[in-house]
């Protein structure tokens, strides 16, 4: 009996690792500048050329794929809180979108990362802001006035946002902005930075808690051993 419990506790512990890691999920992204349509300069080509800006920022994420909810921490430089844009079926100025099928693309919000933003959640710095926020859903319901078509559904979210098809836009009022496709307001869509989220992988902590688990059962092993012999 002392003998299943050891092997049973073993394989709780050699398997948590993978357990943890398919429940939750790093990702983070690079921002740059855009093209004027919101694309990625470095991979779709724009004629109205790149938005003039030397603003950057970083983004990390933390998916937790059994909740459907994520946690981040944006960091933007050359970009001032009170230069954002209030944009989209929300009004608000930092999105994740989805990449239309390819990672470079342009396309809708997915995920409003900002809608019901508190003051608190930022922190101003001399060239830029920090925002930080945790349990936000991905979820369509929960998205506002993001509407199915634009939300790629509950279902594919996850998978859109693993298969690099999802990229963060932040939206400013600079005057910087020339593409006016037809039927949008000037300057549409406002994007100056963006970024691609890429799933980083497994992290060293989890590995290391796979190591901890095989040495405890060894160790447990050992003793059963001692004990059978005694």
Not at 81 to 89: H, K, M, Q, T, V
């Given at each position: 009996m002392k003998t299943n419990r050891t092997l049973l506790l073993s394989a709780v512990l050699l398997l948590l690792p993978t357990l943890v890691q398919a429940a939750l999920i790093h990702l983070s992204a690079t921002?740059?500048?855009?093209?004027?349509?919101?694309?990625?300069?470095?991979?779709?080509?724009?004629?109205?050329?790149?938005?003039?800006?030397?603003?950057?920022?970083?983004?990390?994420?933390?998916?937790?794929?059994?909740?459907?909810?994520?946690?981040?921490?944006?960091?933007v430089e050359?970009?001032?809180?009170?230069?954002?844009?209030?944009?989209?079926?929300?009004?608000?100025?930092?999105?994740?979108h989805l990449a239309s099928g390819n990672p470079g693309n342009f396309g809708p919000i997915a995920v409003d990362l900002t809608q019901n933003l508190s003051a608190s959640e930022f922190t101003d710095t001399a060239a830029g802001f920090t925002l930080a926020r945790t349990g936000i859903s991905i979820l369509l319901a929960d998205q506002g006035n993001v509407a199915l078509?634009?939300?790629?559904?509950?279902?594919?979210?996850?998978?859109?946002?693993l298969s690099g098809n999802a990229f963060v836009l932040v939206h400013t009022t600079k005057n910087i902005f020339t593409n006016t496709p037809p039927g949008r307001p000037a300057g549409f869509p406002f994007g100056e930075i963006r970024g691609n989220l890429i799933p980083l992988p497994a992290t060293l902590p989890l590995f290391g808690l796979g190591l901890l688990g095989l040495r405890l059962s060894r160790k447990v092993g050992q003793e059963n051993t001692t004990d059978s012999r005694s």
């Open positions: 921002l740059g500048p855009a093209n004027q349509n919101g694309s990625d300069p470095a991979q779709v080509v724009d004629p109205l050329g790149v938005v003039p800006t030397t603003a950057s920022g970083t983004l990390s994420v933390l998916l937790d794929t059994t909740a459907n909810t994520l946690d981040y921490q944006l960091s050359g970009i001032l809180r009170s230069e954002l844009r209030n944009f989209g079926p929300n009004a608000t100025p930092i999105h994740l078509g634009m939300h790629p559904g509950d279902a594919l979210i996850v998978p859109s946002l």
